[in-house]
């Protein structure tokens, strides 16, 4: 089969597309990448509620003085409440600085991805509770 120049033109442009190599690498990679979101989703859910805590720590108690035992003790009730997992409540840092407290959740989470390939994700949610 003969084509004119013209013809060819035609021909060669209406090919176009991926191979179904193509298609499966591509899959592969979406894939992979989606599965990660899923791996880290429920992370970053916990991350949230810790702050959210540590937020509502400090509306309830900036500029009220404050004791260190009533920020400990609300802390832990709002762990309790939200069903924070991953870091507890003694694991919360309270500390006296100039004018009040400063209260830091500085924690990691490990989750696990393929076969021996984990993500780490470091967290450092801190407020400061003027007395």
């Not at 894939?31 to 937020?55: D, E, Q, W």
């Amino acid at each position: 089969m003969h084509l004119k120049p013209v013809e060819k033109q035609r021909f060669i442009r209406r090919q176009a597309g991926m191979t179904t190599l193509g298609v499966a690498i591509l899959a592969a990679f979406v894939g992979l990448f989606a599965f990660g979101a899923i791996r880290l989703t429920p992370v970053y859910l916990n991350y949230m509620k810790v702050t959210s805590v540590i937020s509502g720590v400090y509306d309830e108690y900036d500029g009220t003085n404050p004791t260190r035992a009533a920020i400990r003790q609300s802390i832990a009730r709002r762990f309790d409440i939200d069903s924070v997992g991953e870091i507890h409540a003694k694991d919360v840092a309270v500390k006296t600085v100039d004018g009040g407290f400063e209260v830091a959740a500085v924690y990691s989470h490990k989750a696990p991805f393929i076969a021996n390939i984990s993500f780490v994700v470091d967290f450092d949610r801190r407020v400061v509770i003027r007395k």
